[in-house]
């Protein structure tokens, strides 16, 4: 067992080195950019991505440190399992989120996705309609950045085919996006 927390460890220190700054401080400015004009966060994954997507954005609905500050707007896709599941159903799982983006979003507001692989179909389609439609899309990724990357302004890709790991630099990339926006407004 000992050995297994080790290379655990181990493997999340270099996973971690894979992180490219830069680009979390382009994503930060994109949506302080967004923020100050009023316009809506769109969080979206599946599975653990999905719940880190949701965690997100009740970060910046409740606030990470300063409960007593305005909240921003903010909202997960991938929570709403009434729509999900009867879109899904009868339509299809592919466009849930495109759906979804098509009521709620307008020109200017933000995609944020989360996908291990890059290649979600779901939110590839989200990124693409919000592509097309004047959202900003900021993706975060692992392996090669998937088809994501190709319709992403920003993509924080972490090049690694470890889930696990890809998820632990995910959630530690969302909360310093989460904390920049807190405390630069």
Known sequence: MKDLINNSIQNHSEVLQLVDKDLINSASNIVLNA???GKTIFWCGNGGSASQ??????????GMYQKKIK????ICLNVDTAFITAWSNDDSFDNVFVRQLEALSISGDI??????????SNIVKAAQFAHLNKLKVISLTGNDGGMLNK???????IATNSTQRIQEIHILVGHILCDIVEKSL
């Not at 997507?53 to 409740?62: M, P, T, Y």
């Not at 909240?71 to 903010?74: D, E, G």
């Not at 995609?111 to 979600?120: E, F, P, V």
């Open 111 to 120: 995609l944020i996705g989360l996908s291990t692989s890059g290649n979600s």
């Open 151 to 157: 319709y992403s302004d920003i993509n924080i890709n």
């Open 53 to 62: 997507a949701n965690h997100l954005s009740a970060e910046l609905v409740g």
């Open 71 to 74: 909240p921003f707007k903010s």
């Open 35 to 37: 923020i100050n004009k």
